[in-house]
């Protein structure tokens, strides 16, 4: 077992492409011992990326820090305060500088071969998650979705993989293009807001672009280019795919908790309320599944949108009680039939 300095030293040497193969063997069985470890590579991956662009060391004035402290310590202020909290301050003053240089110092080259380590978040169902990426890039994951992305982005690509719905606002970077890979389709950003809908379990995969540009690759030979309110939508039972305008910015609105449905078909609308709320929604009537709605719901309870949609469609539905089963309950089941 590693201590923690042994650790932090691997690290370093990790960092600056100093480390070897068995080192690498090493700092990678802790790395994956368990969350806390992970999480503490993750504030040394971030130090890197708060120092970049890289700075000149001599910019940073040490003395003149020293001189701020000393100053402070004549403050009567400062000769009042509890002696913690007093060196607690000192410490912030002298600390911070010396940190960035080492970081500096630890950190400036620029990688090329990172260890091969990966973050997973998972949305449960029934909630919805937002994640900061290295880049500075912003992801919101809808429920029951899952993004998996390197602690660090190499050095040419930012490549993530989701399943699931998401929505990105993309870090602009034309050099390291953006890249959401998904079971069946593949999209190229550089700088841009788009929502990627890609549940396994579904046969649609959907992009939708609220602006700048992606390129989406349905396989080696078909390549699609999406401009603003543009939505690309991939069936894979029928292997075909449907390019078409629309208001792009209504797609990515549930991730502010608010659905908005513009003659949708109601078998989509129960779809997408299932997702939300973590409930199991059957229509078992054709003719109500492929009738058009038009609603906006604003952070409304279940039983509320419910009770909304049975007012304006011909529905009635049936709820099933979760069941206490060994470790945990089965998902509530909702089934819609034809009033």
């Keep these: 077992m590693q201590n923690k300095y042994e650790i932090e030293e691997l690290i370093a040497k990790l960092f600056s492409e100093d480390i070897s193969p068995e080192e690498k063997v090493i700092l990678t069985a802790w790395f994956n011992e368990s969350a806390e470890n992970k999480s503490y590579f993750a504030q040394l991956k971030n130090i ?57 110092l630890l950190l400036n080259k620029t990688p090329n071969s990172y260890l091969i380590a990966s973050q997973e978040i998972t949305s449960p169902f029934g909630m919805r998650s937002k994640v900061d990426l290295p880049d500075g890039s912003i992801v919101w994951l809808n429920s029951g979705s899952k993004l998996k992305y390197p602690v660090v982005f190499a050095d040419n690509e930012r490549n993530v993989s989701l399943s699931g719905e998401a929505f990105f606002k993309v870090h602009a970077d034309k050099k390291h293009p953006f890249i959401v890979k998904t079971e069946r389709v593949k999209v190229r950003a550089t700088g841009t807001q788009f929502n990627v809908e890609a549940y396994k379990s579904d046969t649609i995969t959907a992009v939708t672009l609220v602006e700048g540009k992606v390129l989406v690759d349905l396989s080696s030979k078909i390549k699609k ?51 939300m709320y973590n409930i199991d929604i059957e229509v078992k009537d054709p003719v109500v599944a492929a009738q058009l709605y038009h609603a906006t719901f604003r952070n409304e309870s279940l039983d509320e949108i419910l009770r909304l949609v049975k007012l304006s469609a011909p529905i009635r539905y049936e709820r099933t009680s979760r069941v206490r089963q060994t470790n945990e309950f089965s998902r509530e089941k909702l089934k819609v039939y034809k009033e």
């Design 48 to 104: 890197w990326i708060n120092i970049h662009p890289v700075f000149d060391p001599n910019d940073i004035d040490v003395i003149a820090a020293e001189t701020k402290v000393l100053e402070k310590i004549k403050d009567k202020k400062w000769t009042q305060t509890p002696l913690i909290i007093w060196w607690q301050r000192v410490a912030a003053i002298i600390i911070l500088p010396i940190c960035l240089l080492a970081g500096y």
């Design 225 to 275: 280019e999406l401009s603003p309110n543009q939505r690309l939508v991939i069936n894979s039972n029928f292997k075909n795919y449907q390019l078409y305008k629309t208001d792009a910015a209504k797609w990515g609105l549930w991730k502010d908790g608010i659905l908005v449905f513009r003659d949708e078909r109601l078998d989509y609308v129960f779809k997408k309320i299932s997702q």
